[in-house]
């Protein structure tokens, strides 16, 4: 059963990407968000290879790699490819579904759409993907 908006708007509330941002500004989001599903073994994203779209999990597991290894796995309300569609650079890791998921998209045309039309958001995001750099460095 396909998520609703309220329930989308929920999701993106737990993801420290989006947390500062209103309701309002979740709700912009959770517009441009699609709801996808793929099945065991999907590889949603690869490494080196040109991204276009920021996954949030829904339902099911992946498991993330980098030159072959296991970086982690990831559960509902893990999310990844921010940083393709924000550096316009390749994926720097191959993410695969471990069982069937299920996810929201958001592409990287409707991410910018909903940046540039509510800078607050592009602010808010910004600091958010700072801080994860930051902590990545530290560990």
Do not use: Y
Request: charged residues 30%; glycine residues 8%; contains cysteine.
């Amino acid at each position: 059963m396909p998520l609703s908006n309220k329930e989308k708007i929920e999701l993106l509330r737990r993801i420290p990407l989006f947390a500062e941002c209103s309701k309002a500004e979740l709700t912009e989001v959770a517009l441009s968000a699609d709801e996808r599903e793929a099945p065991e073994g999907d590889r949603l994203t690869e490494e080196g290879r040109p991204g276009r779209e920021f996954f949030i999990l829904v339902e099911g597991a992946v498991h993330v790699s980098r030159g072959g290894k296991k970086l982690g796995e990831l559960g509902p309300g893990g999310w990844f490819g921010e940083m393709a569609i924000l550096r316009f650079k390749p994926r720097t890791a191959t993410v695969t579904a471990t069982s069937p998921i299920r996810l929201l998209v958001i592409s990287d045309r409707d991410f910018r759409q909903v940046v540039e039309t509510t800078p607050r958001i592009a602010l808010k995001v910004l600091r958010s993907v700072a801080q994860r750099l930051e902590d990545d460095a530290h560990s």
